[in-house]
């Protein structure tokens, strides 16, 4: 066998802390991993918010991020160990030998700059390919990813994209430089499941025909399953268990990879409706500023004290700009909004502060929804004085309480942003829109960025604080098993119209429209070969249409 193209030994890392009243000190996050990635193969490495993952697959590129700083181990690309080489020849490996697609494209997308000229940046610089011929091949790889108008959405800026269509786009740019080695940061995270079906049989497209390596960091092993060789299961910085996907899947070793396996175990049942809804959108058209076409087309739903609404539908159906409009960010052409027993204003600055404290958002990035230059306990705390006047011994009790019920605790409380995991992240977001007490909380994705485990742990706070509060909650997704967990009603959007809404036991249940029916054949299923019989289905269907 010839030498792995990736080869990690004995790797440790480690970061200073600096805790409120005691001297700083250093901590180790990465324990001693050691593993081979051998060229046109793929290693997913999975665990819980925090367990090393993206810290391990960036260390690949000899970098440490926010502080964080490799203090052991060899790291070995290409037959050397990247530690020891140059910063010249670290510069050369970035971007050219090994690429990076982020959790987080909104946040890593320069929105100053047109998308093509960020695609093809790096395949450029480092003498890969001349411009012209770096565009035809981000076009080329445009069309594989399923994006729209391939010849020309590389004209457009990253904000006049959807996320999944942005995040695509960073797979793009990740593959324009022809590398050997990707690493995939839950790259279909904000991604409809539709959408990542194409998106995962393109990756495995292209590691097939051009032999790159792939390491695939998630927190879904039902993906991870259609695109891994191996498995890497790793929690608190340390290896759970490694081995061959289907052992990994179907016959786990280790108790933490058993639970890992056996998520989602929330079993909500549908409530009925009381007499009087809490949310009434009626027929809401609307569009954006400078554009001549509506993105909302006559949309109507209703939301229960009590109950959860699931919006689904693939990116760019509608379902964030549908909570824009509810949220006074986006003012409706057509329509109405009625809150509370009271009609709300079209713009947010017509709202009056009842309104906004009692109708919360949770957005779906983390990385772009805090202030980085605030620590976790102002974020929490600001809605706190805002709203109720809380202030010094009174305010922090009441952070700590809602950092208790997300599961991160006191410790977290004089960190920054730039000090959290993804998942931790969106736990802040979450216990900063609950500490207002709203009646309705609009969920944009929230538990897209979790690992399953602290996912449901979520999820069942959300469902006890429901019970508790009788608060309403708007879901925003393409998780079907969340919406199966969590779900009263269901409105299943498309192209900005709404092609299916009822109680959930009528939207999940047959006869099904076409669109439906794609949505739910979609949803990935923890077993080897899934992707492929999807594939050759639609294939199939298609051939007899």
């Not at 410790?411 to 309705?440: M, N, T």
Request: net charge negative.
């Amino acid at each position: 066998m010839s030498d792995p193209l990736l080869k990690v030994r004995n790797l440790k890392i480690g970061a200073t802390v600096y805790p409120p009243g005691e001297k700083p000190h250093d901590i180790e996050i990465v324990h001693g991993v050691d593993f081979d990635l051998a060229p046109g193969k793929v290693l997913g490495l999975i665990g819980e918010s925090g367990a090393g993952k993206s810290t391990i697959g960036l260390a690949s590129m000899a970098y440490g991020r926010g502080g964080v700083e490799i203090t052991g181990g060899e790291v070995w690309v290409n037959g050397r160990d990247i530690l020891k080489s140059g910063i010249r020849d670290v510069r050369s490996l970035r971007g050219g030998e090994v690429t990076y697609v982020s959790q987080s494209a909104a946040a890593s997308f320069n929105p100053a700059k047109k998308i093509m000229d960020q695609v093809i940046e790096a395949a450029v610089e480092h003498g890969k390919f001349t411009k012209a011929q770096a565009e035809d091949r981000a076009r080329a790889l445009f069309a594989k990813l399923g994006l729209p108008d391939p010849d020309n959405i590389g004209k457009r800026y990253p904000h006049q994209v959807s996320g999944g269509q942005l995040q695509r786009c960073m797979t793009a740019l990740a593959l324009c430089p022809e590398p050997d080695l990707v690493v995939f940061d839950e790259p279909t995270t904000a991604l409809d499941v539709t959408t990542q079906i194409d998106v995962l049989k393109a990756i495995k497209e292209a590691i097939r025909d051009t032999g790159v390596a792939a390491l695939y960091i998630t927190h879904d092993l039902a993906v991870v399953a259609q695109v891994s060789d191996d498995i890497m299961v790793l929690r608190m910085g340390d290896m759970v268990e490694y081995g061959p996907t289907d052992q990994i899947i179907n016959a786990p070793q280790e108790e933490y990879t058993k639970a890992l396996v056996s998520v989602r175990s929330i079993r909500h049942e549908e409530k009925q409706p009381s007499a009087t809804p809490v949310l009434t959108a009626k027929k809401i058209t609307a569009r954006y500023k400078g554009t001549n076409f509506d993105v909302l087309h006559d949309v109507s739903v209703e939301l229960h004290p009590g109950q959860t609404l699931a919006v689904v539908g693939e990116s760019g159906s509608g379902k964030s700009t549908l909570a824009r409009v509810i949220t006074g960010l986006l003012p409706p052409s057509h329509g109405k909004i009625d809150f509370a027993g009271r009609s709300l204003s079209d713009a947010l600055a017509g709202r009056s502060r009842e309104d906004l404290r009692e109708l919360q958002m949770i957005y779906q990035m983390a990385d772009v929804a805090m202030n980085p230059r605030q620590t976790v306990g102002t974020i929490i705390g600001r809605p706190l004085e805002f709203y109720f006047g809380l202030k010094g011994a009174e305010k922090r009790a009441r952070v700590v309480e809602l950092l208790d019920k997300i599961e991160m605790g006191d410790g977290f409380i004089d960190r920054y942003p730039a000090e959290l995991s993804g998942g931790q992240k969106q736990r802040v977001c979450i216990a900063r829109a609950l500490a207002a007490k709203p009646k309705l909380i609009i969920c944009d994705e929230v538990t897209s960025a979790l690992d399953p485990l602290v996912a449901d742990g979520i999820l069942k706070l959300l469902l006890d604080l429901q019970k508790v509060e009788d608060v309403a909650y708007l879901f925003i997704t393409h998780d079907l098993a969340t919406v199966r967990a969590i779900a009263d009603s269901i409105a299943v959007m498309y192209q900005g119209k709404v092609v299916r809404y009822g109680p959930k036991s009528q939207v999940l249940s047959p006869p099904f429209d076409d669109y439906t029916d794609l949505l739910l054949s979609s949803v990935p299923e923890m077993k080897l070969g899934w992707l492929e019989e999807v594939i050759a289905h639609r294939k199939m269907e298609s051939a007899g249409n």
